[in-house]
């Protein structure tokens, strides 16, 4: 009986950790690239500098083909840029803009392929779509009597993504994670005038 017991425990382990890895929580961290933008009703522009990314995230594995690994994923990405400048100011009554601050945030949740391994190395593709809210806070200086105003603005928007990444797996548990991840929004969103906003980021992947 207890060898029996013995039998049921093992293949029950061997199930649980089976389906366990099904799973995976990830943390990344990256960069977001600097850009300018001309300021609505002036001349003048704001030449930002490189920030920097988190994201954090749970995927789920759906279906096991030949073609790759179909998943469910469920990125969370936050950006923190710098300080912005102005230049080209040609009426001083609008005054300048000293300093930007932007805090990102967007969710966008999607599907996942990732290529069958290659010894301990894998490649996924990923597209997704949810919405991201855009924060930015401006410091503006008038030149008419120096007086410093600050201005504080969310939007937010629909966002699409679609990314491609490399993982290296270092045990059965842990794995190291390199992605490129671009989301697509409104325009004039986040200190770019486009629809774009790139991150580049790498980090450890949790497989359970």
């Avoid at 279906?63 to 840029?81: D, H, L, Q, R």
């Avoid at 069958?116 to 503006?140: C, Q």
């Avoid at 794995?175 to 004039?188: C, I």
Wanted: aromatic letters at 14%; hydrophobic letters at 40%; glycine letters at 14%.
């Amino acid at each position: 009986m207890r060898i029996a017991w013995m039998f049921i425990l093992a293949g029950c382990t061997g199930w649980a950790q089976g389906a366990l890895q099904n799973s995976e929580f990830y943390w990344l961290f990256g960069g977001v690239t600097s850009s300018s933008s001309v300021v609505p009703g002036t001349d003048a522009v704001i030449s930002g500098s490189a920030g920097f990314a988190l994201q954090f995230g749970y995927d789920y594995q759906l279906k096991s083909t030949k073609v790759g690994n179909f998943w469910i994923e469920a990125p969370m990405t936050y950006t923190f840029s710098g300080t912005g400048t102005v230049s080209n100011v040609s009426s001083p009554t609008l005054g300048f803009i000293a300093s930007v601050d932007r805090n990102n945030f967007l969710l966008t949740p999607g599907l996942r392929l990732k290529s069958p391994t290659y010894g301990r190395v894998s490649i996924y593709g990923a597209l997704g779509g949810g919405f991201g809210t855009f924060s930015k806070i401006e410091t503006v200086v008038t030149e008419a009597n120096g007086s410093v105003l600050a201005d504080y603005r969310v939007h937010v928007s629909p966002a699409f993504d679609f990314a491609g990444g490399i993982d290296l797996r270092l045990s059965r548990l842990l794995s190291l994670r390199g992605e490129g991840r671009d989301f697509v929004t409104a325009a004039n969103l986040g200190g770019v005038s486009g629809h774009n906003h790139p991150v580049f980021l790498a980090g450890l992947a949790f497989h359970f």
